[in-house]
């Protein structure tokens, strides 16, 4: 780019107190252990320390590190932070990014086509007028189905910003944050995301699909990022939420949700050695899924791939996929489960997938079983030990598997994993992970 003005840079009540001051002061220290130990004194240039994860396999996880000064951004709009992103190749680089960056500051209304009326589109295919047996791909262009394709196409034009190999995104202070964006890491390497708060891009053109289910259902688009076929990628200290557009306060229509959002972060289509660190993943449904199908055409991609570490993330008041996985090899440790009234599962056991979960803290309803942590969608073994829930050390697939004797799992993954960080007792994880994940905490 030729210039640009956002670069830049005794009794026993005694004893009690003395034993639970001696637990705050060592998981204190704890803390402060099991977090990356970073040299560089600019949060912008750190790497990720070696073994800490998939993602530092190999060469590890890099980023913009070697950015010279020429490629270091700050950004606070989101023209600024795309420019910024298809500036220049593939040199390294450092976005950073100052306040709330909205991808839809405009508004829905900026990407409707012309012609396109939402009414028009509920009166047409209304399942009295409808029917239920015919989906809508074959509709015209110049029909309300038509008018809303050419309206979610622009809208995927507008909200889609692709990151480029060598590239650290990271939040200046506690407010910055991404809004109604979709980050897309695709066929990419050496990628860092840090510091930020992502709310969940809001699918403004849904489509409706009469046969999708018994009752037919709204389909959206838009994670809020998505590592697809890229390798070396690391997500730290982040938080992701539905932010000013939760579930519950959509409508329905057709008497079914109107649902706007997809996931919170997708690692699909062979994509490989990826660490998801410190995060709070919160108030969403679908939340993360790894490995997005069980057909033969994706198990080509992604047999031998998918390898993917989540440790001492915050996964609260979601519903389900945390994560959801096929395929991959899978590490999930100390993080803290924080469940609500509408809670499904925790983790989704899918097709050829070797999941590890284990030092795990697990804070469920009064009511709501163990056996729901655990959702088998395929007969992959997986290894689940040292997990506590509601503070009892519980076999998560035993659990499971007296709840659901038809359709048990087996255990052992096959594999063990050896690119941790300091491994915390599971009794320790609530304490750490509440007060030391999302976006806003990087020290």
Same mark, same amino acid.
């Given at each position: 780019?030729?210039?640009?003005?956002?670069?830049?840079?005794?009794?026993?009540?005694? $004893?009690?107190? #003395?034993?639970?001051?001696?637990?705050?002061?060592?998981?204190?220290?704890?803390?402060?252990? $099991?977090?990356?130990?970073?040299?560089?004194?600019?949060?912008?240039?750190?790497?990720?320390?070696?073994?800490?994860?998939?993602?530092?396999?190999?060469?590890?996880?890099?980023?913009?590190?070697?950015?010279?000064? +020429?490629? @270091?951004?700050?950004?606070?709009?989101?023209?600024?932070?795309?420019?910024?992103?298809?500036?220049?190749?593939?040199?390294?680089?450092?976005?950073?990014?100052?306040?709330?960056?909205?991808?839809?500051?405009?508004?829905?209304?900026?990407?409707?086509?012309?012609?396109?009326?939402?009414?028009?589109?509920? +009166?047409?295919?209304?399942? +009295?007028?409808?029917?239920?047996?015919?989906? %809508?791909?074959? +509709?015209?262009?110049?029909?309300?189905?038509?008018?809303?394709?050419?309206?979610?196409?622009?809208?995927?034009? /507008?909200?889609?910003?692709?990151?480029?190999?060598?590239?650290?995104?990271?939040?200046?202070?506690?407010?910055?944050?991404?809004?109604?964006?979709?980050?897309?890491?695709?066929?990419?390497?050496?990628?860092? @995301?840090?510091?930020?708060?992502?709310?969940?891009?809001?699918?403004?053109?849904?489509?409706?699909?009469?046969?999708?289910?018994?009752?037919?259902?709204?389909?959206?688009?838009?994670?809020?990022?998505?590592?697809?076929?890229?390798?070396?990628?690391?997500?730290?200290?982040?938080?992701?939420?539905?932010?000013?557009?939760?579930?519950?306060?959509?409508?329905?229509?057709?008497?079914?949700?109107?649902?706007?959002?997809?996931?919170?972060?997708?690692? #699909?289509?062979?994509?490989?050695?990826?660490? $998801?660190?410190?995060?709070?993943?919160?108030?969403?449904?679908?939340?993360?899924?790894?490995?997005?199908?069980?057909?033969?055409?994706?198990?080509?991609?992604?047999?031998?791939?998918?390898?993917?570490?989540?440790?001492?993330?915050?996964?609260?008041?979601?519903?389900?996929?945390?994560?959801? @996985?096929?395929?991959?090899?899978?590490? #999930?440790?100390?993080?803290?489960?924080?469940?609500?009234?509408?809670?499904?599962?925790?983790?989704? #056991?899918?097709?050829?997938?070797?999941?590890?979960?284990?030092?795990?803290?697990?804070?469920?309803?009064?009511?709501?079983?163990?056996?729901?942590?655990?959702?088998?969608?395929?007969? /992959?073994?997986?290894?689940?030990?040292?997990?506590?829930?509601?503070?009892?050390?519980?076999? %998560?697939?035993?659990?499971?598997?007296?709840?659901?004797?038809?359709?048990?799992?087996?255990?052992?993954?096959?594999?063990?994993?050896?690119?941790?960080?300091?491994?915390?007792?599971?009794?320790?994880?609530?304490?750490?992970?509440?007060?030391?994940?999302?976006?806003?905490? %990087?020290?």
């Amino acid at each position: 780019m030729s210039t640009h003005v956002w670069h830049g840079h005794a009794t026993k009540r005694t $004893a009690a107190l #003395v034993g639970c001051t001696a637990l705050v002061l060592s998981l204190t220290a704890a803390t402060a252990q $099991a977090r990356p130990g970073h040299h560089h004194r600019d949060t912008a240039r750190q790497t990720l320390p070696a073994g800490d994860g998939w993602a530092s396999q190999g060469a590890g996880t890099t980023g913009g590190a070697a950015a010279d000064a +020429e490629h @270091v951004y700050t950004v606070s709009t989101w023209a600024e932070f795309r420019a910024a992103l298809a500036a220049d190749g593939t040199a390294p680089r450092i976005i950073k990014v100052r306040g709330t960056v909205d991808a839809v500051s405009e508004g829905c209304e900026a990407f409707a086509a012309p012609g396109y009326d939402f009414d028009a589109y509920l +009166e047409k295919y209304a399942p +009295e007028n409808w029917g239920m047996d015919t989906d %809508l791909s074959a +509709e015209p262009d110049d029909s309300p189905e038509g008018l809303r394709r050419v309206s979610a196409a622009q809208q995927d034009r /507008s909200i889609k910003a692709n990151v480029p190999s060598n590239t650290t995104i990271i939040g200046v202070g506690r407010g910055a944050a991404l809004k109604g964006a979709s980050l897309q890491i695709k066929g990419v390497d050496n990628v860092i @995301v840090r510091n930020l708060t992502f709310e969940s891009p809001v699918d403004c053109f849904p489509q409706w699909d009469p046969t999708d289910g018994d009752r037919g259902n709204w389909n959206s688009e838009y994670d809020s990022a998505v590592v697809y076929g890229s390798t070396h990628v690391w997500l730290d200290h982040n938080t992701f939420t539905d932010g000013d557009h939760p579930d519950s306060a959509a409508p329905t229509h057709f008497g079914m949700l109107y649902q706007q959002h997809d996931g919170q972060l997708d690692i #699909v289509k062979g994509a490989d050695y990826v660490t $998801a660190s410190w995060n709070v993943f919160t108030e969403h449904d679908k939340t993360i899924l790894i490995g997005n199908s069980d057909s033969e055409s994706t198990a080509a991609v992604d047999r031998g791939h998918l390898k993917a570490t989540f440790h001492h993330n915050l996964f609260k008041n979601l519903v389900e996929r945390a994560p959801r @996985v096929r395929f991959g090899q899978v590490d #999930v440790y100390n993080n803290h489960f924080v469940a609500s009234d509408d809670y499904a599962y925790s983790f989704g #056991v899918g097709k050829e997938s070797a999941l590890v979960a284990e030092h795990n803290a697990f804070t469920l309803p009064a009511g709501v079983s163990p056996a729901k942590v655990l959702k088998r969608w395929n007969d /992959s073994p997986l290894s689940a030990a040292h997990n506590r829930v509601n503070g009892r050390t519980v076999d %998560l697939v035993a659990a499971h598997n007296a709840a659901n004797p038809d359709a048990a799992l087996r255990s052992g993954a096959g594999w063990k994993p050896t690119l941790r960080t300091k491994v915390l007792p599971s009794r320790a994880v609530p304490f750490v992970v509440d007060h030391g994940a999302g976006a806003g905490r %990087l020290r």
